[in-house]
């Protein structure tokens, strides 16, 4: 039997996945982007312009789209890290039934998305569970789903969010050396101390992790918001799916999709940078 | 691993992690409360909701259904739409999971055994489907589907869940095949044994639990995946999610029928979940999903 020399079995062993990949996510990927150029178009073969960039940032709904979309993505990510890394915290704690507990945390992980925006109709829609239990204590609930603040879809994402963010910083903080955080408390430090000097630094590659991740997932979220946000304005997701499906106008879906993406990207890079950062400085310590 | 008797006595003295140094039974209550409200809550209110009885109604303000039955159960269940849904999801979920596995396996080999260039950058390639939302992946596979004919189509919709599911199986199986000792695999081929003896007789066997866990989480996110089936397949390829968007997203809101959809939605799901809690322990769950 010949011997295959290692790079060439990589590459062999590399194509069905990565091929796989290449093939049905970065081509579109890559005719999407000149799509939104006006390059290769469908139902458009005018050449190259920007237009589809000029339709994009000129129109107010758009715009209002893109900042909407901005705000799902931002506004569930910072709820969920506000109470995930508490909760990751409680739950590396020793209390009877922590085996329990940490198994019934992970359960919004296999619940899709639809049934968790059904699951805040049924309560927090008007006349849902919420609104009858609190109308004979004399309160009135506000508007949650379908309001202004899209606080109906947050709340959903939320509780979508608060066991990912958790599993990821639990491992995170269950990595931390044991010995550190001992000799911090030997050495004086009291809890809150510790938590917030030695377990959340040590912590925070896995934090910036879930926080990236989730932020991305928010950016692209489209059947939670369109199911529970307001009518006015609609995120860019839901914008793209109109006009690609309803209106047929490829190019300016495209430039959506750039668009998001690059936003996207530009988080990531950020992420990247920060990860880098917290890596030269745990080298230097 | 070597710790001295002082450490061990402060670890039993002390709390485990350091922030609260109170009763764990607090904790304990305090978890339970929540978990009462925030998944306990929601399951029962579902629950009422698809046993609610069509002929009394339930309105505001009563709390709880004047009386239930099993009307919307028996009626979603003769009806052929739900139950073909089911199957579809089914179907659609083992295909995307074989399919997941067989184009996994050679590359998370080869970025776990492997030395070559380039690893950095292929490992990034793999998961980049993770960064882009779903929506634009389906968006942008649509038009060049339409050219191929398999918008609307169960294999379509297969094809496009495959690119969300791949690189978490490809991570996990190449964290998996990392913990396999070199030692094993290079007795056996030099043993004569080719690479898909050493396939089938060492990796599959000794990683077994990895492979386990990355197939089962590749089913369940094929199970409960929806923007891209709803992009390609919708309405021709019905799934359960797919249906339960109907039912909520039209113009006439169905809440018992979505209850009964909801339940048949997480029936598998938490039955996989809990029957393989072992398998699917949490270091797999964040190598597959966290570690960009």
Redesign the interface.
Known sequence: ?TRLS??M??????????G???L??????V??VLASFGVLT?GYDGGPTLAFYAELFGTRAYVDGLVFSTYLALVPTAVSLMISVPLA??L??????RRL???????????????A???V???FDR?G?A???L??LGLDLPKLVRDDWAIGAVMATV?KTVP?MT??V??A??SIN??V??AA??LGAG??A??WQI?IPLALP?IT??T??SF??G?????VP??LGPVYPLPL?VH??VN??ERAN?GL??AM?TT??AI??VV?LA?YRVTRGLRAAGGAR | MSQSAEGVQIAKAGPRHGLVAADGRWITMGLGVATLLTLGLPLIVTALWSLMNPASGWFAPDILPPSLARAHWREALSDRTIPGAFLTSLLIGVCVTVLTAVLALPPAYALAKLPFRAKRAVELFVLAPLIVPGIIVAVGIGSLFFRLGLVYTIPGVILVQTIGTLPFMIRILAATIEGVPDDILHAARSLGAGPLQVARHILVPVAGPGFLAGGLLTFISSFEEFEKTFIIGAPFVQTLPVILWTYLGGRVIVFPTAAVVTFLLLAPMLLIFFLAERVLRDDVLAAGMGKV
Do not use: E, H
Not at chain 1, 9 to 18: Q, R, V
Not at chain 1, 102 to 113: M, Q, R
């Open positions: 039997m290692v790079p079995t990589a590459a062999i062993l590399l194509l069905p996945g990565a796989y990949l290449a049905l996510f970065g081509l579109p990927l005719l999407a469908r915290v409680l590396a704690q020793s209390f009877p039934g507990f940490t198994a019934l945390n992970k359960v919004p992980l296999v619940v899709p998305g639809i049934v925006a059904f699951i109709m049924t309560l006349g569970t609104a009858r239990v109308a004979p509780w990912f599993l990821i639990g491992g903080m269950a044991r010995d955080v001992l408390r030997t809890p809150v510790t938590f377990q896995g992790a879930a990236l991740l991305i997932g950016m692209g979220a489209f059947a369109n199911l997701s793209m799916y690609a499906f490829w879906v495209a999709g998001l993406s996207s990207c990531l992420y």
